[in-house]
């Protein structure tokens, strides 16, 4: 097996390396999809009724496009499905994958920073923000989420669908387990490099509690914080937390 990946050093890359066995290793999660889902059903139903005139939503860390896909699904099931959504992520192969499905004109994706992207955009342009595996990755996830707060109109959601076991020993022992005896070796028998999955394990180890990204949300000026975690085993270890620009 080759060497950990360590955090921030060419996890684009690593992603890339990895993309094109990436939605068949996703797929042995239990609930997978059904909760990214259910997180995109939050964010829709967080949508402020007057739009304001902005008409674009952000996938950000769209990866090969599930959470693109869920979004979509979701916004479609409100009727808004004739807004323009784009997926954003660093990775040129996760962005290669989700071009090559199947989408309706209205989707678009962008090989770019998600904290680069949002930077280009003018405040109160985005109608909300989708953020699925993505803030954990981020090095300054404090002007990644005072930025999301700048980009959004006011009463716009951020939803974010993330792992996060700090402060929770039993979830932090069910993490492990269940990298080291499935997802790794599940990645080596895919494609001999388990990198990327290491630094899963590691990342969401070292990851913010709950309760720090809710802080952390407060202070970029997000409000009406909600939290919830998932049901059976991943109980504790995927939350969906959402908030609204003031």
Known sequence: MTSELQPGHSLADAFSRTAEHYDLLVSISPGYHAQLR???AELAARLPQSLSGASVVLDLGCGTGASTRALLESLRSRGDGDLEVYGVDSSAGMIEQARSKRWPESVHFECADALDNLRER????????????LVRNVADLDELLAEIARVLVPGGPLVIHEYSVAGNRAAQLTWRTVCRAI???????????????????RSVLDFDSVEHLRERMARAGLRGLTHRTVRGWQRGIVHTLAGVRA
């Open 122 to 133: 003018e405040s109160g342009s985005v109608s909300a923000v989708f953020a699925a595996y």
């Open 183 to 201: 997802i790794i070796p599940a990645a080596f028998a895919t494609d001999r490099d388990v990198r990327l999955y290491r630094y899963l394990l």
């Open 38 to 40: 259910a997180s995109a």
